[in-house]
C-alpha cells in the first residue's frame, strides 16, 4: 500500500486546489487536470500491483520498431533501398519509447475485471465512459488553443473528482480507504465532494453544509489577540480559506456533522 499512499498526497493536495479556490474559480481548471491526470497513475498502479510485470510500454508498437530497424539495417547492408514504411516507423520513433495511451490503459484494467471481477465490469465500465469524456476536454484545453478561454464549471470538478474517489475505492477496496484515512484532511473533504454533488439533486443541502462550517471553530491561530504587521496575504474570496482553515480545526466533530447530511 506504499505507493498509493504517495498517490493519495496527490489526490488531497488536487481536491485543496479546488476548494481553495470555489468561489471565483480560478483554479477549476487546474484542479480538473490534475484531477485526470490522477486517474491514469491509479489505473497504472492497479495494473503494476495486480501483475509485477505489466508495463506502460507499448509492446506491439515496440516490435514494429525493432523490425523495421533491422529490415532499414539489412537493406543497407545489401545495397538496397529501404522500404519507405519502414523509414518512416524510424523517424517517427526514434529516440523515444512507445507508451500505452489513456485509452489503452484503461482496456488493460478492463481486461483484469473481465478475468478476475467480472461482476464489477459494468460499473468500472460507466466510470471508464465518464474518464474517456474528460480525458478528450483535457486534450483540448493542451491542444486547440480556442479553448484557452474557457472555464470550467464547479460541477465539473466535483463530478470528476467524486468519480476518482469511487474509482479508487473500486480498484484498491481496503486499502484505499486504509491510505484516504491516513491523508491529512482527505477524510473531510471526501464528505465534503460527496455533499456538494448531492446539493445538485437536493439544493437544501448547501444551507445546512455552510451552517455547519459557519458555526465551525476557526483555525488555532485566529484565537490569538493580535494580528502581526507584517507577513499577512489577505485572499480575495476568505470564505473559501475560511472553508479549509475550519476543516483542518473542526475534526471527527464535524465529519460527523456532515456525514449525517448525506443519509
Not at 493536495?13 to 491509479?42: H, M, P, W
Not at 489513456?102 to 466510470?127: G, P
Not at 486504509?178 to 473531510?188: F, S, V
Not at 507584517?230 to 475534526?251: A, V, W
Request: charged fraction near 30%; include cysteine.
Amino acid at each position: 500500500m506504499s505507493q498509493l499512499i504517495y498517490l493519495m498526497r496527490e489526490i488531497c493536495a488536487g481536491v485543496e486546489i479546488f476548494y481553495s479556490s470555489r468561489t471565483g474559480g480560478q483554479f477549476r481548471k487546474t484542479a480538473f487536470i490534475l484531477c485526470d491526470n490522477y486517474t491514469e497513475l491509479l489505473s497504472k498502479l492497479f495494473l503494476i500491483e495486480d501483475d509485477p510485470n505489466w508495463s506502460d510500454t507499448d509492446e506491439t508498437e515496440a516490435r514494429r520498431l525493432e523490425n523495421a530497424r533491422t529490415t532499414v539495417d539489412t537493406a543497407l547492408r545489401n545495397g538496397t533501398t529501404p522500404a519507405q514504411d519502414d523509414i518512416k516507423r524510424l523517424v517517427k520513433g526514434a529516440g523515444r519509447d512507445r507508451f500505452k495511451n489513456y485509452h489503452r490503459v484503461l482496456q488493460d484494467v478492463h481486461d483484469v475485471f473481465d478475468n478476475k471481477r467480472s461482476a464489477e465490469v459494468s460499473i468500472v465500465d460507466h466510470l471508464h465512459t465518464r474518464m474517456k469524456e474528460r480525458r478528450n476536454l483535457r486534450n483540448d484545453f493542451f491542444h486547440s488553443a480556442k479553448l484557452l478561454n474557457l472555464s470550467i464549471d464547479q460541477r465539473d470538478c466535483i463530478e470528476a473528482f467524486c468519480d476518482l474517489l469511487d474509482y479508487g475505492q473500486l480498484l484498491f477496496q481496503g486499502d484505499w480507504k486504509k491510505a484516504l484515512l491516513a491523508e491529512r484532511t482527505l477524510d473531510t473533504l471526501e464528505i465534503m465532494l460527496c455533499l456538494d454533488r448531492k446539493c445538485y439533486g437536493n439544493p437544501s443541502i448547501t444551507s445546512k453544509v455552510n451552517e455547519i462550517i459557519k458555526n465551525c471553530p476557526r483555525y488555532r491561530q485566529s484565537y490569538k489577540k493580535s494580528v502581526p504587521s507584517k507577513g499577512i496575504q489577505l485572499t480575495e474570496y476568505p470564505e473559501d480559506i475560511h472553508l479549509i482553515l475550519s476543516i483542518i480545526d473542526g475534526g471527527q466533530d464535524l465529519r460527523d456533522k456532515l456525514t449525517a447530511l448525506l443519509h
